[in-house]
């Protein structure tokens, strides 16, 4: 079964748990130092923020699939789109390793498909193996930056 997925950037990790635990009416899954998780049941949602350094505000979407077999599908959807698609396979990003698929939808928000394999215990790397935190202007992990024009290849510079 898929699980829609929406990751916002926050600029006040304490206080967006405080506000967003109220309003699901239940504490997150995963709390860490830069990022928290809440999965909910009702409506089915991986809802994450991250105080990364990204503009605040929504960061990108997404479809969170329980299968290879489900992960496959959902690459063949964003193939149809007619869009760039950039796959990372065993990537690390958002405190678990992944195998997704991302795309820039024609408004300019970044998509991701993906199957999570296993938790991690760091928020992730930069695909150009960067130890400081995403610059402000980079979205979040693998996440192609925002805006991106459509004719153009899929490239993201982070992770998750």
Not at 54 to 67: I, M, N, R, Y
Not at 123 to 137: D, I, L, V
Request: net charge negative; aromatic share 8%.
């Amino acid at each position: 079964m898929k699980r829609f997925h929406i990751h916002v950037a926050v600029t006040d990790l304490t206080a967006s748990i405080r506000f967003y635990s109220a309003l699901f009416a239940t504490e997150p899954t995963v709390v860490k130092d830069d990022y928290a998780k809440w999965m909910l049941d009702d409506p089915r949602v991986n809802f994450a923020i991250s105080q990364r350094g990204a503009a605040p505000g929504l960061d990108h979407l997404g479809v969170q699939v329980e299968t290879e077999a489900e992960l496959a599908e959902m690459h063949g959807r964003l193939e149809n789109a007619a869009l760039p698609v950039d796959a990372q396979i065993g990537t690390a990003c958002c405190y678990a390793e992944s195998n997704k698929y991302w795309t820039v939808d024609p408004q300019g928000l970044a998509w991701e498909s993906y199957h999570t394999l296993n938790n991690i215990p760091v928020f992730g790397e930069s695909r150009n193996a960067q130890a400081s935190p995403p610059a402000p202007e980079v979205a979040a992990c693998g996440a192609p930056s925002s805006g991106k024009p459509v004719d153009m290849p899929v490239r993201s510079s982070s992770c998750c």
